[in-house]
C-alpha cells in the first residue's frame, strides 16, 4: 500500500550532504509531506512507496539542499556598487551614502536582495541588522527560511562617518541600551515565528563599536537565553587597531577574556586575524563565517577560514552586502572561496569544490544552529530543497564515470542563474525559473524608485565631494 | 532629411570604451548600417538624424561592445569539469579523458563553449586549437566573429600523457612538419573568411613543445605573413623545467633570443614568469593574454598581469578550458582577475572594474590586432554590441548621481545572464535571451551523447584508475 505525500521530486542527480561527502544518489527521489521531507532515496523505491499530489521531473537537474547565506546585511544592496576599488570603503564610500537612506529605502534593499538570493537558491537567509519597520514580516511573507541577527552597538548617530579616521570612537550609552533592549525584545519576539522558518540570534555589532561592559552584558544576556552571540571579529585593521589602543591588546585576545570563545560564537571575517588566532577561535568550539566576496573586494584579503578549518572548526559562508561584494549568490561565494584560497597557499588542492558546496549546506547550517532542520536532503528534515538545470550550456555535458564532474562544475561554472526551482519548507517559491511568492517587477520598481530619491539628497550634501569615487566619475571611469 | 539605418538601439546607458575611461553616455543610442556602427550618441540626437528600419529599446540596459574571450579551447568543453582540485592537472586529470575523445566530440565541444560564451555577451570568439573538420566552418555559420588560431606543436601522439613526469618530451618531428604545415595552410585559408568575421594567427602550442629549429622557422613564417604569433608562455613550471633542462635558460629568456619579443606576440599566461620577466615582454611591445579563472583553479596562481601592465603592456583575458576553469564567461574573468590582483597585492584599489571591463573589450581588441575594427562603440566600428539588462536584482538599483554604479556591478555582481540581446556585425544573434541562430537543444543533446560515448572508453581504459580524481570518487566526494 502506497503512502500519501504532497510532493515527490524524482529523477534527479541528488546530492544529499549525508555523510562526510556529498551523498550522491543517481536517479534519486525526495518526498515531501507538509514542511519536511520523509524519504530521500532512488526513484524506483519512492515512486513504488508513495502516492504524490504533485511529482516535479528533476531529470538532468541537480537536486541540492536549499543553500545557506549565513551573513548578509539585506538593507545595504539599496546602494549596491557605491564602494569598491576603494580604500576606506566604509568611511569614504559608503557612509555618505547611508546617511541619505530612509528605512523605506533600506526595506526596499531588503526586498531586491532577498529576491536576487532565493533566485540563485538561496533559502536560508541569515539577515544582520537593526530591526527596522516591516523586517520580520517581510520574511515570514515571502516564505524563505530566515535567521535573523538584530544588531545592537554604542556608535552615536551618523557611526562611523562622523569619527575621524584613525580616532578612538566616541561611545554614546543611549545609543547603546536603546539598541541592545530593542534587539534583546527582537530576538525573544520572532524566535521561531512562522512554525519554526524565523530563528534569531543576538549580534554584537563589533568589540570596538561599544564598551566593554556592554560587551560584557551581552554574553550574560546570551547565555541565559541560550542565543548565539553573531559578532564581526577581528574585522579589520580599523578594529584591530581601536582594540588596541583601547585595552592593550588585539581583538581575539580581548574577547577571549571576556569569555566570548565558546560553542556560542558566530566570528564574522576574522579578516584581521593570524592564522593562530583563527586556530584559537576554531578550538573553543566558535565557528567561523566568511565572506569572500566583500573582503576581497573592501580590502583585498583572504581571511584565515584554512586555518580555521585546519584546527576543526565548522566555516561558513556569507555575501555580507551589496556595495562592496556586490551580490548575494553563493554560488558566487563557493568559487570565491575555492579559489581565493587555492591562490593564497599556491595550491590547486585547498578548498576542493565538496568542501566549499559543505560550506553552504550542512556546514553552515551546523554553524547556524540548525543542522538538526537544515542542510542536507534527509528524512525528517525540512524540505528545503533546489534544482538545478544542468542542461545549462556552462554546466554541460553531464560525465557520470567515471569521473562525475557535476559539483566542480556547480562550483566553478554555477552562476546561480541555472536554479530552476525553489522549495522552502515543503513549499514551491520558484517553479522553472519564474518567482511565485513576489512581484518582482513591482520589487525593481520601488528600489529603483527609492535610489533615485536618496541620490538625490547625497548629490545635494557637500560632504559627497569627499567620496573616493569622485575622482573615478571626474576620470570617466564609471 | 534622416538617413536610413538598419538598427537603432536607444535609450540605452552606453559604455562607449572610447577615450581613456568606459565612455559612458546618457540615454545613449548606437546607429546601425550594414554590418557597422555608422553613429553613436544621445538618443534625442540620432532619432532625429536616423530613420530606423528596426528600433531596440534599450532602456535600463547597459549597452556594451560585445565582449572578447581571447583565448580559449572550445574543443575541451566536451571535458568539462574532469580535471580540478588536483596537482598535475594535464597528466593526472585531463590526458586519460582526452585521448578518449573523438574529433566529432570536440566539435561538440566547440558548439557548446561558443553557445555559452555567445550567451554571456562574447561577440569574439578567440579559439585556439588543432584544426578539426567543420572548425572554421561551425564560426562562420554561427555569426560570431571568431580569431582563429590553429597550432602545432611537435609531441608524439598522446603528447604529454605518455611521458613520465619531469622527463624531458621526445619530439615526432613527423607530427611537427605535419602540424605546423596544416596551421599555415588554415590561417592562410581562413583569414578574413565571412566578410572578416573570421580572423587567424599562428599558434606555437608552447616553447617547450617543439624543438628550437621549429620555433625559428615559425616566427620567420610569421614575420614573412605578418601574422601574429598566439603562444603559451612561460605557462608554469613544467615548462620552466623543460626549456631549463634542454637550454639552460628559462622561457621568456630563451624566446628572447629568439627574437619572439615584439609587437607580434601575443603571450598567454605567463604564469610562471617573474614581474621583471612580464616587464621585459611588455616592453618589447608584446600583449599578454591573462586567464585568471583557468591558473587559479589549475594552479592557485595569479599571473603577473599587474607588474605587465605597469610596464606599459596590453592585457586581454580569455576563458582558456572548461576542465579546469570552467566556464567561458567574460564577466567571471573580470571579476577574478579584479579580485585576484586585489588579493595578490592586498589592496581593493589594484585592477578596478573599469580597468577590467577594458580588458575584454577595446584592450584585447588592440591585443587581437582588431583595434580598428572592435572593442569599442565607435562609429566606423563593427557593429558588435550587447544589451545588458540592469533590471536584474542582481544589478539593480541603478544609480548615476553623484556616484555611477552600473561598471562596477556589472563586474562584481554580473554574471553574463543579464545579457538580453547580442549583435554581430550588426545582426541580431540573441533577441531578449533567445538565441536565434542555434538549436540549445540539439547542441545539448548532441554534446551529452557524445560524452557517454567516451565515458564508456574511459572507464574502460585501466588509466582511469590512476586519475587523481579517483580518490575523490571513493571518498564520496563527487
Given at each position: 500500500?502506497?503512502?500519501?505525500?504532497?510532493?515527490?521530486i524524482?529523477?534527479g542527480?541528488l546530492?544529499t550532504?549525508q555523510?562526510?561527502?556529498?551523498?550522491?544518489?543517481?536517479?534519486?527521489?525526495?518526498?515531501?509531506?507538509g514542511?519536511?521531507?520523509?524519504?530521500?532515496?532512488?526513484t524506483?523505491?519512492?515512486?513504488a512507496?508513495?502516492?504524490?499530489?504533485e511529482?516535479?521531473d528533476?531529470?538532468?537537474?541537480?537536486?541540492?539542499?536549499g543553500l545557506i547565506?549565513?551573513?548578509?546585511?539585506?538593507?545595504?544592496?539599496?546602494?549596491?556598487?557605491?564602494?569598491q576599488d576603494?580604500?576606506?570603503?566604509?568611511?569614504k564610500?559608503?557612509?555618505?551614502y547611508?546617511?541619505?537612506t530612509?528605512?523605506?529605502?533600506?526595506m526596499a534593499?531588503?526586498?531586491?536582495?532577498?529576491?536576487?538570493?532565493l533566485?540563485a537558491?538561496?533559502?536560508?537567509?541569515g539577515d544582520?541588522g537593526?530591526?527596522?519597520?516591516?523586517?520580520?514580516?517581510?520574511?515570514?511573507?515571502?516564505g524563505?527560511?530566515?535567521?535573523l541577527?538584530p544588531?545592537?552597538?554604542?556608535?552615536?548617530?551618523?557611526?562611523?562617518?562622523?569619527s575621524?579616521?584613525?580616532?578612538l570612537?566616541?561611545?554614546?550609552?543611549?545609543?547603546?541600551?536603546?539598541?541592545?533592549?530593542n534587539?534583546?525584545?527582537?530576538?525573544?519576539?520572532?524566535?521561531?515565528?512562522?512554525?519554526?522558518?524565523?530563528?534569531?540570534?543576538?549580534?554584537v555589532?563589533?568589540?570596538d563599536?561599544?564598551?566593554?561592559?556592554?560587551?560584557?552584558?551581552?554574553?550574560e544576556?546570551?547565555?541565559?537565553e541560550?542565543?548565539?552571540?553573531?559578532?564581526h571579529?577581528s574585522q579589520?585593521?580599523?578594529?584591530?587597531?581601536q582594540?588596541l589602543?583601547?585595552?592593550?591588546?588585539?581583538?581575539v585576545?580581548?574577547?577571549a577574556?571576556?569569555?566570548?570563545?565558546?560553542?556560542?560564537?558566530l566570528?564574522?571575517h576574522?579578516?584581521?586575524?593570524?592564522?593562530?588566532?583563527?586556530?584559537q577561535?576554531?578550538?573553543?568550539?566558535?565557528?567561523?563565517?566568511?565572506?569572500?566576496?566583500?573582503?576581497?573586494?573592501?580590502?583585498?584579503l583572504?581571511?584565515?577560514?584554512?586555518?580555521?578549518?585546519?584546527?576543526?572548526?565548522?566555516?561558513?559562508?556569507?555575501s555580507?552586502?551589496?556595495?562592496?561584494?556586490?551580490?548575494?549568490?553563493?554560488f558566487n561565494?563557493?568559487r570565491?572561496?575555492?579559489?581565493?584560497?587555492?591562490c593564497?597557499?599556491?595550491?590547486p588542492?585547498v578548498?576542493?569544490?565538496?568542501e566549499?558546496?559543505?560550506?553552504?549546506?550542512i556546514e553552515?547550517a551546523?554553524?547556524l544552529?540548525?543542522?538538526?532542520k537544515?542542510?542536507?536532503?534527509?528524512?525528517?528534515?525540512?524540505?528545503?530543497?533546489?534544482l538545478?538545470?544542468?542542461?545549462?550550456?556552462n554546466?554541460?555535458?553531464?560525465?557520470?564515470?567515471p569521473?562525475?564532474n557535476?559539483v566542480?562544475n556547480l562550483?566553478?561554472?554555477g552562476?546561480?542563474h541555472?536554479?530552476?526551482?525553489v522549495?522552502?519548507?515543503g513549499?514551491?517559491?520558484?517553479?522553472d525559473?519564474?518567482?511565485?511568492?513576489a512581484?518582482?517587477a513591482?520589487?525593481w520598481?520601488?528600489?529603483?524608485?527609492?535610489a533615485?530619491a536618496?541620490e538625490r539628497?547625497?548629490a545635494?550634501?557637500?560632504r559627497?565631494?569627499?567620496?573616493?569615487?569622485m575622482?573615478?566619475m571626474?576620470?570617466?571611469?564609471?
Amino acid at each position: 500500500m502506497t503512502e500519501r505525500i504532497n510532493t515527490l521530486i524524482a529523477h534527479g542527480h541528488l546530492f544529499t550532504m549525508q555523510g562526510a561527502g556529498v551523498g550522491y544518489v543517481a536517479d534519486g527521489a525526495v518526498a515531501v509531506r507538509g514542511t519536511r521531507i520523509v524519504a530521500v532515496g532512488p526513484t524506483a523505491e519512492l515512486s513504488a512507496r508513495f502516492q504524490a499530489d504533485e511529482t516535479i521531473d528533476a531529470r538532468n537537474c541537480a537536486v541540492l539542499p536549499g543553500l545557506i547565506d549565513a551573513h548578509m546585511h539585506t538593507h545595504l544592496a539599496i546602494v549596491r556598487g557605491v564602494a569598491q576599488d576603494v580604500t576606506h570603503w566604509m568611511q569614504k564610500a559608503l557612509a555618505p551614502y547611508w546617511d541619505h537612506t530612509t528605512s523605506e529605502a533600506q526595506m526596499a534593499g531588503t526586498r531586491l536582495n532577498a529576491l536576487e538570493a532565493l533566485k540563485a537558491g538561496t533559502t536560508t537567509h541569515g539577515d544582520y541588522g537593526f530591526p527596522r519597520p516591516g523586517w520580520p514580516e517581510f520574511y515570514v511573507e515571502l516564505g524563505v527560511r530566515a535567521c535573523l541577527t538584530p544588531i545592537f552597538n554604542a556608535l552615536p548617530p551618523r557611526g562611523l562617518s562622523s569619527s575621524k579616521l584613525g580616532d578612538l570612537y566616541e561611545f554614546d550609552m543611549q545609543v547603546g541600551r536603546r539598541t541592545l533592549d530593542n534587539a534583546v525584545a527582537f530576538a525573544r519576539e520572532w524566535a521561531g515565528a512562522a512554525d519554526g522558518r524565523i530563528t534569531t540570534m543576538l549580534g554584537v555589532h563589533a568589540p570596538d563599536m561599544m564598551p566593554v561592559e556592554m560587551l560584557r552584558e551581552a554574553k550574560e544576556i546570551a547565555q541565559r537565553e541560550g542565543w548565539k552571540l553573531h559578532t564581526h571579529l577581528s574585522q579589520g585593521d580599523r578594529e584591530t587597531e581601536q582594540i588596541l589602543k583601547r585595552y592593550g591588546k588585539r581583538p581575539v585576545a580581548f574577547v577571549a577574556e571576556l569569555g566570548y570563545l565558546d560553542d556560542q560564537l558566530l566570528a564574522v571575517h576574522l579578516t584581521d586575524a593570524t592564522d593562530e588566532e583563527a586556530a584559537q577561535v576554531a578550538r573553543s568550539g566558535a565557528h567561523m563565517i566568511l565572506c569572500s566576496g566583500s573582503i576581497g573586494i573592501i580590502d583585498g584579503l583572504v581571511p584565515p577560514a584554512y586555518a580555521f578549518k585546519q584546527a576543526g572548526g565548522l566555516v561558513a559562508l556569507g555575501s555580507d552586502q551589496a556595495p562592496g561584494n556586490n551580490c548575494s549568490n553563493m554560488f558566487n561565494e563557493m568559487r570565491l572561496t575555492a579559489l581565493f584560497n587555492k591562490c593564497k597557499y599556491a595550491s590547486p588542492t585547498v578548498m576542493p569544490a565538496w568542501e566549499v558546496l559543505r560550506m553552504v549546506t550542512i556546514e553552515s547550517a551546523q554553524v547556524l544552529g540548525l543542522g538538526d532542520k537544515i542542510g542536507s536532503l534527509e528524512a525528517g528534515k525540512e524540505a528545503d530543497v533546489i534544482l538545478v538545470d544542468l542542461t545549462a550550456p556552462n554546466l554541460s555535458p553531464i560525465l557520470l564515470n567515471p569521473i562525475r564532474n557535476i559539483v566542480p562544475n556547480l562550483v566553478y561554472a554555477g552562476t546561480g542563474h541555472e536554479v530552476k526551482t525553489v522549495l522552502v519548507a515543503g513549499k514551491v517559491l520558484v517553479r522553472d525559473y519564474a518567482v511565485l511568492v513576489a512581484d518582482e517587477a513591482a520589487i525593481w520598481a520601488e528600489a529603483q524608485r527609492q535610489a533615485e530619491a536618496f541620490e538625490r539628497r547625497v548629490a545635494a550634501d557637500p560632504r559627497h565631494k569627499d567620496m573616493a569615487l569622485m575622482q573615478a566619475m571626474a576620470a570617466g571611469q564609471l
